[in-house]
């Protein structure tokens, strides 16, 4: 679901196609263009073991371009594609001007995958492979950027969510704006006779041109931490996020990214809400201890770097005092520091909640999906309320008080069935609420005037 507010539609990626909805009245299509496989792609593709179901094309990718257009993506029976899309007078038309999808979508369209336009720049975190076992967070610019293939880097890694902030805004540092990639993985740090996953949060720095000689055409930024949303109520495995919304702020060091965590056991049902701000992100990539992997009766362990660090700092954005150095851009980053991040990019320890604990515990339906939103209640005082979406196709208004507490309000029953609730979207120039499922089902809530009555 992409919103486009200025032309008051709400466009959805479906399979075969692409719907173009008004934003005031989504039961209503304004117009409708369909991509679908030929017979030739769909035996090529049930001939390499897929069923009929999967060897179709789910778009994966609505993205909106610096002139209006729109780069579509879809999965093309296990062959990524991508064209380009318009919008006018009533019309949607893709251009077939079909270019390579691979690394923009995934190949098995039930793989999550997402992206994010930053500029004129695609950065995206999806599986490169037809297996579904090669996933990389790419930039796809001339020359491409992307990670290195190694499980220090990602270990089977399921993305949930690629945003930028801003940070080269009013910076007095000099910084370079950030790329922020939430996602689970399976841990490496915890010596544990069995897996867990963990949530993660990665970030790279959008003027990033890969190394000179280590690292060529790979992230020399990019560093990954642990995101901590404790459970006080219950020693259990670590909770993995779900989904995740950036509430920008006009000044970015006030802008807070809200989680939505559920168990990764059946043992738990217990589901929380975290805040994160960006201000602590920044302290724990820019201040925290590296891990490094250690050889120990045959066995590779992660423990705390406790020797001296590179000079600049590994995985380090450009700033005034790298600049100082007489480093302008990555490309001339010493080999020692590009050699220290390709080997240990992990940090030690975990951000932080913004309140030190979850601000919502909810057991039962499991939470799924987020967004939030200010709102100005009749005394005057702003307050961030929460939409959030279950498993079992409720939607909850959660609001969240100066005095810490959070309190949900209400509970809105979306769909008959126990259908999940894939997607939400905040739509703030028609004030609409916009809520799909997996089975592309929508509803809207009508923003009231006494929100927090």
């Keep these: 679901m ?3 507010e200025d032309l008051g539609v709400l466009f959805i990626g479906a399979r075969d196609a692409v719907y173009a909805l008004d934003l005031e009245d989504i039961s209503s299509k304004k117009a409708g263009v369909y991509w679908q496989v030929s017979e030739e792609q769909n035996t090529s593709c049930k ?19 610096h002139d209006g257009r729109m780069l579509v993506c879809g999965t093309n029976a296990y062959n990524p594609t991508c064209d380009y ?46 297996l579904g076992t090669e996933q990389v967070l790419q930039r796809h610019s001339s020359p491409a950027i992307r990670t290195e293939h190694r499980q220090s880097w990602l270990n089977k890694p399921s993305f949930v969510q690629l945003d930028v902030v801003p940070e080269s805004v009013n910076n007095l540092d000099g910084d370079d704006d950030k790329v922020y990639m939430f996602f689970s993985e399976e841990a490496m740090e915890f010596d544990l006779p069995d897996q867990i996953r963990v949530s993660r949060v990665a970030r790279v720095c959008k003027g990033d041109l890969g190394g000179q000689r280590t690292l060529q ?62 201000a602590d992100i920044g302290k724990v990539f820019s201040e925290g201890r590296y ?55 992990l940090l030690e320890g975990a951000v932080p909640p913004l309140t030190g604990g979850p601000l919502l515990l909810q057991r039962g339906a499991k939470l799924s999906v987020i967004v939030v939103d200010r709102v100005m209640a009749e005394d005057g005082e702003i307050h961030h309320v929460m939409f959030i979406g279950t498993e079992e196709g409720t939607v909850q208004k ?39 499922n997996v089975m592309s089902i929508f509803f809207y809530l009508t923003r009231q005037a006494s929100y927090l009555q």
Aim: net charge negative.
């Design 2 to 4: 992409t919103l486009r």
């Design 291 to 345: 891990m490094t992997p250690v050889t120990m009766e045959s066995e590779t362990r992660w423990v705390t770097h406790t020797g001296e660090e590179p000079v600049p700092r590994p995985g380090t954005c450009m700033t005034n005092a790298v600049r100082d150095l007489g480093i302008e851009h990555s490309l001339d980053l010493p080999d020692k520091t590009l050699q220290f991040v390709r080997d240990q990019p």
């Design 217 to 278: 055409q790979k992230w020399t930024s990019y560093l990954k931490a642990r995101l901590d949303c404790p459970v006080p109520l219950e020693p259990s495995l670590p909770a993995i996020i779900q989904d995740i919304f950036l509430l920008k702020d006009q000044d970015w060091r006030k802008s807070v990214f809200y989680a939505v965590f559920s168990p990764q056991t059946t043992t738990s049902d217990l589901s929380t809400v975290c805040a994160f701000s960006v």
């Design 398 to 436: 959660a609001v969240q008080y100066a005095a810490g507490d959070t309190v949900i309000i209400q509970e809105t029953q979306v769909f008959q069935t126990l259908e999940p609730i894939k997607v939400l979207r905040l739509s703030s120039g028609t004030v609409t609420h916009l809520v799909q």
């Design 47 to 65: 001939s390499k073991g897929k069923d009929s179901m999967e060897c179709q094309n789910y778009i994966k990718t609505l993205q909106t371009l």
């Design 85 to 130: 899309m318009t919008y006018a007078n009533g019309t949607l038309t893709l251009e077939g001007k079909k270019e390579e999808g691979r690394g923009k979508v995934p190949f098995d369209p039930f793989q999550r995958s997402t992206s994010v336009m930053v500029g004129t720049e695609l950065y995206s975190a999806t599986s490169v492979n037809f």
